[in-house]
T-cell receptor, first 114, second 111 residues
Framework: GAGVSQSPSNKVTEKGKDVELRCDPI?????LYWYRQRLGQGLEFLIY????????KSGLPSDRFSAERTGGSVSTLTIQRTQQEDSAVYLC????????????FGNGTRLTVT | EDKVVQSPLSLVVHEGDTVTLNCSYE??????LLWYKQEKKAPTFLFML????IEKKSGRLSSILDKKELFSILNITATQTGDSAVYLC???????????FGQGTTLQVKP
């Protein structure tokens, strides 16, 4: 079946512009995660959605970052007034349930802020 | 603060060598430890470990967890050039199962 789908695969934007990154998880997966990976670094947790529960936003680096998940499926990560330090690969992952189940990752969106 | 530390950060070996990658962790409410392989884009799942001392094996790869000493190792025997990748260790903690990742170990296998 289809894996986790992310779009766009690449995004170049000017400093100060807003961007929206989209994630379409595997059908039936209730848990959805966003991670950020800077060049040569590990994965940095951003936000987590589980079903209809309130999301865990503890990893969002600033109030310029927000995310929503509509209908328990597709998620959008929005970065307002982008800065050069936001340049990274943004990875989305989903799993059938929370609690340490292996995550299935998308191919990510490579964001470059010029 | 929860943290996961991997070592070495990078490693260069020749085909046929055996490598051991290390992962140590300090997290509250440990649930499981996972290993992923990342080649170009999406990390792909290798192993999930929840119990100490039980080796998980898949072909030339194996992994074991020590919950007393708070570490795990990933072994790769008879390495091949296709094993070249970044190997990520992650620990699931708390009720959400949020994964905390280490920095990764970059493995390069030369012919």
């Amino acid at each position: 079946g289809a894996g986790v789908s992310q779009s766009p695969s690449n995004k170049v934007t000017e400093k100060g512009k807003d961007v929206e990154l989209r994630c379409d998880p595997i059908s039936g997966h209730t848990a959805l995660y966003w991670y950020r990976q800077r060049l040569g670094q590990g994965l940095e947790f951003l936000i987590y959605f589980q079903g209809n529960s309130a999301p865990d936003k503890s990893g969002l680096p600033s109030d310029r970052f927000s995310a929503e998940r509509t209908g328990g499926s597709v998620s959008t990560l929005t970065i307002q007034r982008t800065q050069q330090e936001d340049s990274a690969v943004y990875l989305c992952a989903s799993s059938p349930q929370s609690g340490g189940s292996p995550l299935h990752f998308g191919n990510g969106t490579r964001l470059t802020v010029t | 603060e929860d943290k996961v530390v991997q070592s070495p950060l990078s490693l260069v070996v020749h085909e046929g060598d055996t490598v051991t990658l290390n992962c140590s962790y300090e997290v509250t409410n440990f649930r499981s430890l996972l290993w992923y392989k990342q080649e170009k884009k999406a990390p792909t799942f290798l192993f999930m470990l929840t119990s100490s001392g039980i080796e998980k094996k898949s072909g030339r790869l194996s992994s074991i967890l020590d919950k007393k000493e708070l570490f795990s190792i990933l072994n790769i025997t008879a390495t091949q050039t296709g094993d070249s990748a970044v190997y990520l260790c992650a620990v699931a903690s708390g009720n959400t199962g949020k994964l905390i990742f280490g920095q990764g170990t970059t493995l390069q296998v030369k012919p």
